[in-house]
């Protein structure tokens, strides 16, 4: 069975090392992986499988001596590929290497953190004011209760003295003064 040899990465159209281990960048990241199979027995016959632990489910089949991932997320993962000989034996070893994709900064724990504690400062925010604005109408409107309340005393002083007034009336002639009937 063929040997395989990782030949290049891409990260973002940027060549970088094949390490084990290496931080790639932030995410999502385009990365492009090229691959061979030295052959001297029906180089075209060598056929190629990989898979990135961590992405792909299962092994997948490549078409060429190539593969590129689109938008990867952050995490950890593990690039392998396997090679199959003219025979139909895949290389046990295969070749690999693994990397990690930071989160972008908007998306780290600190950020999340500073999200929750703008949250929470905006929601005391609109508490806050919002206590403020019905405290105020509240004295405002007890302000207007005791206006109100005066004027209906100094209204219920006027009509009592008025009735007191109509009941001397009522009950006393005007000219004499005495009562007028009992």
């Given at each position: 069975s063929p040997h395989v040899l990782i030949e290049r990465v891409a990260v973002n159209g940027r060549t970088v090392p094949v390490e084990d281990g290496q931080r790639l960048g932030v995410s999502p990241v385009n990365m492009t992986v090229a691959f061979t199979a030295?052959?001297?027995?029906?180089?075209?016959?060598?056929?190629?499988?990989?898979?990135?632990?961590?992405f792909d489910p299962d092994w997948i089949d490549a078409d060429g001596r190539s593969i590129?991932?689109?938008?990867l997320p952050a995490g950890a993962y593990r690039f392998a590929v396997q090679a199959r000989s003219a025979q139909g034996l895949w290389s046990p070893a295969g070749a690999g290497f693994s990397f990690v994709l930071r989160p972008p900064l908007s998306q780290t724990t600190l950020a999340y953190v500073l999200y929750?504690?703008?949250?929470f400062l905006i929601a005391w925010g609109v508490l806050?004011?919002?206590?403020?604005?019905?405290?105020?109408?509240?004295?405002?409107?007890?302000?207007?209760?005791?206006e109100r309340t005066t004027q209906l005393r100094m209204e219920k002083t006027a009509l009592e003295a008025a009735r007191r007034e109509l009941h001397?009336?009522?009950?006393?002639d005007s000219l004499t003064g005495l009562f007028n009937r009992a």
């Open positions: 030295p052959s001297f027995v029906a180089p075209q016959l060598v056929r190629f499988r990989y898979r990135l632990y961590g590129r991932y689109t938008n929750l504690v703008i949250g806050t004011f919002r206590t403020r604005s019905l405290v105020r109408r509240q004295q405002e409107l007890a302000e207007v209760v005791a001397i009336q009522a009950t006393h």
